[in-house]
């Protein structure tokens, strides 16, 4: 039997750029078993000291009367648990002055359905038949946003600047003379530090950001995922921001509780309304489960000294044995460089002068065992959709064991020497 899908179907039903790569990486997963070096997910460490956090709160709630029926077998309503709410409005509102309260805070089913629901809440067709677009300052940028918009063609993205910041090192920077907010532009999006290169804005560039945004009364949305004040995984000074017309997401996966999916949303109550509207028709509730297990951390505070005690070391840590990795695998005889390691939990290569795409390249690493992610598909929105550095760039993850990442770095450079460089050519 054939069945035909509505216009809401094929954009969603009909596969996606993450949705392929997942597929790809799970089907190399089960076929190369342990053996595979899996440096392309975005899968979080296992820190123990956080996980014996969770045995801990865990065992707290099962202790707690009447607390794990609370947390598994009660609907929340579809913005979340209230006390909840309260605790984190009132952890931002107590550390950094924000003046905000529950009625800017919502829960969703992870940081991927808040994009979601948030771009086409805001972008996409309108009421009046025109159409709006979201507007990326840097790309390359999160490839899970890339395929989210119901209409398509959802987002217009900026070509960065890049600096040379030291020897095989560069850094992206946002170019403000190239930036353009048209009447069609419907949001400013960034996430900080970004998903894939590590790139952390400064300050600056988001205090300029926020005020183009507010100028033409659109929201700017900064995706804090790896960010601060929680879960911290950011190397560089970056003062957590907010504004009134400012949309910023947080969650509780890269603090290490990804399986609960747990997104948090700090919005106006505006936007809160409508995000837990559309929370209750597409899900009815929220996982409650996640909320609970971290509620007495977000009260008291501790989560912000996990995040700087124990979550940040412990990447910065596995960044610098990484990197150290990569100089002694990749050497002085091929052309290849690595963005500024700011913050998130990637390694973001560059290989000017690849002679193969590096979705050649993924493929020839599939082989020998090792999965990363192809740049190709962290450049979208661009008007130059052939701008040769999006075939020359790779995402490595380096949350995984120093011997997985090292042997993974190793292959990846022997198959950049028999592909070649404009350097090797040289």
Not at 185 to 190: L, Q, S, T, V
Not at 305 to 311: A, Q, T
């Amino acid at each position: 039997m054939s069945y035909e899908f509505s216009n809401f179907g094929h954009r969603l039903g009909c596969g996606s750029g993450i949705g392929e790569l997942m597929d790809d990486l799970g089907r190399a997963l089960a076929k190369c078993g342990s053996e595979v070096k899996m440096l392309g997910g975005g899968q979080p460490a296992q820190i123990p000291e956080m996980n014996a956090v969770w045995q801990r709160r865990l065992e707290e709630l099962l202790a707690e009367s009447g607390g794990i029926e609370r947390a598994l077998t009660t609907y929340d309503g579809p913005q979340g648990n209230p006390r909840f709410l309260e605790a984190i409005a009132g952890l931002f509102r107590n550390t950094f002055g924000w003046e905000i309260g529950p009625e800017n805070i919502a829960v969703t089913c992870g940081g991927q359905t808040a994009f979601f629901l948030l771009f086409n809440l805001l972008a996409g067709r309108m009421p009046d038949g025109a159409g709006k677009k979201i507007l990326m300052p840097l790309v390359p940028e999160y490839i899970g946003y890339s395929d989210q918009g119901i209409d398509g063609g959802l987002f217009r993205a900026v070509p960065p600047l890049i600096e040379e910041t030291g020897p095989h090192e560069f850094k992206y920077r946002v170019d403000f003379d190239r930036m353009e907010i048209t009447p069609d532009i419907a949001a400013i999006c960034a996430s900080r530090p970004t998903n894939p290169s590590g790139n952390v804005l400064t300050d600056e560039e988001v205090a300029r950001l926020s005020d183009l945004a507010q100028r033409h009364q659109i929201p700017l949305i900064i995706d804090n995922a790896y960010g601060a004040p929680f879960p911290g995984i950011i190397f560089e000074p970056a003062t957590p921001f907010w504004r009134p017309h400012c949309i910023l997401t947080y969650s509780l996966s890269k603090i290490g509780l990804p399986a609960t999916r747990t997104g948090i949303v700090i919005a106006p109550p505006e936007i809160i309304r409508a995000v837990c509207s559309m929370s209750a028709i597409v899900g009815l509730a929220n996982p409650s489960i996640g909320q609970h297990i971290v509620l007495p951390l977000v009260e008291s505070g501790e989560i912000l000294r996990l995040s700087r005690e124990v979550v940040r070391p412990y990447y910065q840590e596995k960044r610098d044995l990484a990197l150290r990795a990569a100089g002694e695998a990749f050497g002085e005889d091929i052309e290849w460089a690595v963005h500024r390691s700011e913050g998130a939990i990637f390694l973001w290569f560059w290989f000017p002068g690849l002679r193969i795409s590096t979705k050649e390249l993924y493929q020839r690493l599939k082989q020998r065992g090792v999965l990363v992610i192809p740049g190709e598909s962290f450049f979208y929105g661009l008007e130059d959709p052939d701008w040769k550095h999006r075939e020359e760039c790779i995402r490595v993850s380096y949350a995984m064991d120093e011997c997985v990442v090292r042997d993974g770095l190793r292959i990846i450079a022997e198959e950049v020497r028999k592909a070649g460089t404009s350097r090797a050519e040289a």
